[in-house]
């Protein structure tokens, strides 16, 4: 049987993906650092160019709930390292030690409580920054684990969190039972999703997974051989990147993002639709415009 936390989730429907960070300033897409024309030596002290507005967390939920969105999934840490929540001394490389000098994370899940909107937490698994993923990465889990206990314990209770990135190091030992375990210590009724990527859409890596992922992709009808009943959840953007990138004009049409949702609920699943905030925290007008 299906747990209620699950068929909640299933009742929501639609949520707005929000991914923001110090990429965000930068306004070339989540991905630049990888990129040739990027300067890697200096790309982590844009920090000091990030200068959040007062009211970017209201301004992102009035628009999740013009366009029907239920919940909101918001970059927490992107795969950059950067944290829009206070690390609590595991490191300054977060929003509270930047010019914006506030716990973002905090900002956004109050503005989600009081519109009545559900707050979901996206948390990489990679990291760029962070010396230990390539050096010594239990060491780096330790760190992981650590980050998500704080996401866990500091912000009351949360629809779920979605991880994305183990794809990146698909053989790796990363003790997924005991971040697992650290969220059902302290948010029992969470949702747990792993983004599985663009090559592995609806597949499941590990029994306490609570919704498979159909990035980019068309849903099907979730595999539940395991004996535990899933629900499942397309994310999609509606420009090619999922970052705030001020040259991308390519939106997806209406009617695309329309048959898309139906596509969804035929099958059960949510329907994730992404924005990518400016470096202020504005929603981009290109997007808001194509979802309200």
Request: hydrophobic share 30%; aromatic share 14%.
């Amino acid at each position: 049987m299906k747990p209620d936390y699950i068929k909640r989730f299933e009742d929501l429907g639609m949520g707005m993906f929000c991914h923001f960070g110090l990429y965000s300033t930068i306004g070339k897409g989540e991905w630049h650092y990888t990129s040739p024309e990027c300067d890697k030596e200096h790309y982590f002290e844009t920090i000091s160019n990030f200068k959040v507005a007062k009211n970017w967390a209201k301004e992102l939920v009035k628009t999740a709930k013009e366009a029907g969105a239920k919940y909101i999934t918001l970059t927490t840490r992107h795969h950059e390292g950067f944290s829009l929540y206070d690390t609590c001394g595991l490191n300054e490389f977060d929003a509270p030690h930047s010019p914006t000098g506030r716990d973002l994370v905090r900002e956004f899940v109050d503005e989600c409580n009081k519109q009545g909107i559900v707050p979901f937490f996206y948390h990489t698994l990679l990291d760029w920054w962070r010396p230990e993923y390539e050096g010594d990465f239990d060491k780096y889990i330790d760190y992981l684990i650590k980050s998500v206990e704080i996401l866990c314990k500091n912000y009351g209770k949360i629809g779920g969190l979605w991880f994305d990135g183990f794809w990146n190091k698909p053989t790796a030992n990363w003790r997924f039972e005991e971040l697992y375990a650290t969220i059902r210590k302290y948010q029992p009724e969470a949702m747990i999703i792993n983004n599985t990527g663009l090559s592995a859409l609806g597949q499941v890596t590990n029994y306490e997974i609570d919704s498979v992922t159909f990035e980019r992709g068309k849903p099907t009808h979730i595999n539940n051989t395991d004996g535990k009943e899933r629900a499942g959840e397309m994310c999609d953007g509606i420009t090619d990147h999922w970052g705030y990138c001020k040259d991308d004009i390519c939106t997806k049409p209406t009617t695309y993002l329309i048959s898309s949702l139906i596509d969804c609920r035929k099958f059960n699943c949510n329907y994730l639709i992404n924005v990518g905030p400016d470096e202020k925290g504005h929603v981009n007008p290109i997007e808001k415009y194509s979802i309200i």
